[in-house]
């Protein structure tokens, strides 16, 4: 319920079924640490309503909140994220001290960092396996996205995210799918699979000519930047799979593959140039790429040795 003239949210109201026209659906929320500082009111908020829907007298087959109560006599937890004082998951720092973990260590990774339950009396967080559960169980992960001026290979932290839940359901036996909702332009609101949505962004952004040209212009902090997104990738591929061989073929051209481009990465920031060369070769140890040309040992050699 709205208070029109403010914008506030300043109450529910439950919808019959029959308005509904479908049966409800049942909605865990994994949150990050700053959105539980910073946001504890409107977490209760959600627990409120999450309890008064499991409280409604329906059947099993219209209500799986309700379902959930009745099998376990108590109300079901759908908040859930790190322990109070805790902040991010941190698959990207494992990958970065192994970069052969296996997806399943990272995936229980992910749901340790999931590990308490918040809202209504359970404000400070409470520990619970609940989460697994859910993940488990869950028919599909939704991560909506609304900032044009950042994409999935463009931050870690979306990659732990959404590529973590990956990691985690495969790992408990769930192959659900994982959506990415662009939101940014919200008349035009864009709904792709995380592997959609990965293929997408190496084509538009991180294969481009053009964005690597720009990036290139900004020396040393550009070839971080051409460096992070390629670091991304690869934890989205150890993750989820969702980055395919077509895809680092693509990037590699883009980068290593281009003399151009790698004389840069090599005279502007040696250290990123050795990492992404590093990275290409850990996808293909993994068997994440398998490229199409025996030249490219030579473009990693090269920028090994000249970063040696």
């Known amino acids: 319920l709205w208070d029109h003239a403010t914008s506030r949210v300043t109450g529910f109201e439950i919808l019959p079924p029959a308005r509904l026209g479908r049966p409800r659906i049942d909605v865990a929320v994994r949150i990050s640490g700053l959105f539980r500082d910073v946001f504890p009111a409107q977490i209760a908020f959600y627990d409120q309503a999450v309890r008064a829907v499991s409280e409604a007298d329906e059947g099993d087959d219209v209500n799986p909140l309700a379902a959930a109560r009745r099998q376990s006599s108590q109300y079901p937890l759908r908040v859930f994220g790190a322990a109070p004082g805790t902040y991010g998951i941190g698959l990207s720092k494992r990958i970065d001290q192994d970069s052969m973990v296996s997806r399943n260590e990272l995936g229980a990774s992910y749901l340790a960092a999931a590990s308490h339950a918040y809202g209504g009396c359970q404000a400070q967080g409470v520990e619970s396996n609940e989460f697994a559960g859910c993940v488990a169980d869950a028919d599909a992960f939704i991560h909506v996205h609304d900032q044009d001026e950042q994409d999935v290979l463009d931050s870690s932290e979306t990659v732990e995210h959404e590529g973590g839940f990956a990691a985690a359901a495969r790992m408990l036996g769930n192959d659900a799918i994982a959506y990415h909702i662009d939101t940014a332009h919200p008349g035009a609101i864009k709904a792709r699979t995380l592997a959609e949505e ?89 068997g994440f790429w398998q490229a199409r040309r025996n030249s490219h040992h030579a473009c990693i050699a090269k920028v090994q040795g000249a970063s040696a």
């Open 198 to 286: 990965a293929a997408r962004v190496v084509r538009a952004r991180a294969a481009n000519p053009q964005w690597v040209q720009g990036q290139m212009r900004h020396g040393h902090r550009g070839a971080a930047e051409i460096a992070q997104t390629i670091d991304n990738a690869y934890a989205l591929a150890v993750l989820s799979g969702a980055v395919s061989s077509h895809h680092f073929e693509l990037l590699f051209e883009a980068t290593l593959g281009t003399p151009e481009v790698g004389d840069f990465l090599i005279a502007a920031n040696p250290k990123a140039a050795q990492a992404i060369a590093k990275r290409f070769e850990n996808a293909a140890a993994r």
